[in-house]
């Protein structure tokens, strides 16, 4: 009987097993996936593939990685003293979408799957993330009705990439983007209109 030995560690392999994890992931579910079956996709052992990740949770928080580290840099961007500005909100606007469209497949994958969106570590980071977001594309101290007009527009956005996979970004960059601006106009004219109260 012969032995497999683990492979090096290498981004090349790190990469193979984060697309293979999000393949299954996307199959079969988190819960419904077990490491085994990953390393056996992969035509590891077990313990080569604990080698690379530790747990099943390590590997979900690496599969998703490049869309939250991608997500915060772009915001991280819109927090500099020029990007705050009001008159950016549109440049933020277009990078959070860019940003979607780029990893619309592991957008797509924690769209459907809530057990993934609800470990620990990946349900914080995503709700800060949100409301990251929203502070960039409508501003702070929102009243309740445009928190709630700016996580209709957020989630809608959202689901429009995920839901149209035959379209390409190109495709879907103009409408998505057309489709916030609307959802956030009233957000906007109700802002103004209490800045001109002086409320």
């Known amino acids: 009987m012969t032995s497999r030995i683990a492979p090096r560690v290498t981004d090349d392999t790190a990469g193979q097993i984060r ?20 390393a056996d996709r992969l035509g590891f052992t077990k313990a080569a593939l604990y080698y690379h990740y530790r747990s099943k949770d390590e590997l979900l928080e690496a599969v998703v990685e490049p869309l939250f580290a991608d997500l915060e840099a772009a915001m991280d961007a819109a927090e500099t003293s020029e990007g705050a500005k009001p008159a950016n909100r549109r440049k933020r606007l277009e990078d959070y979408v860019d940003c979607l469209l780029s990893h619309r497949d592991v957008l797509g994958y924690l769209f459907r799957d809530l057990a993934a969106l609800g470990r620990q570590k990946v349900a914080q980071r995503g709700l800060a993330l949100e409301e990251r977001i929203s502070t960039a594309i409508a501003g702070t101290d929102l009243s309740l009705v445009n928190r709630i007009r700016v996580s209709f527009a957020i989630n809608g956005m959202q689901g429009a990439i995920v839901g149209h996979a035959d379209a390409t970004p190109d495709q879907l960059r103009g409408p998505v983007l057309e489709g916030i601006d609307a959802a956030l106009r009233a957000v906007r004219r109700d802002i103004t209109a209490r800045t001109k109260a002086g409320r």
Do not use: Y
Not at 23 to 38: K, M, N, P, R, V
């Open 19 to 38: 697309s293979i994890a999000l393949e299954l992931f996307a199959e079969q579910g988190f819960d419904g996936t077990s490491l085994q079956q990953i």
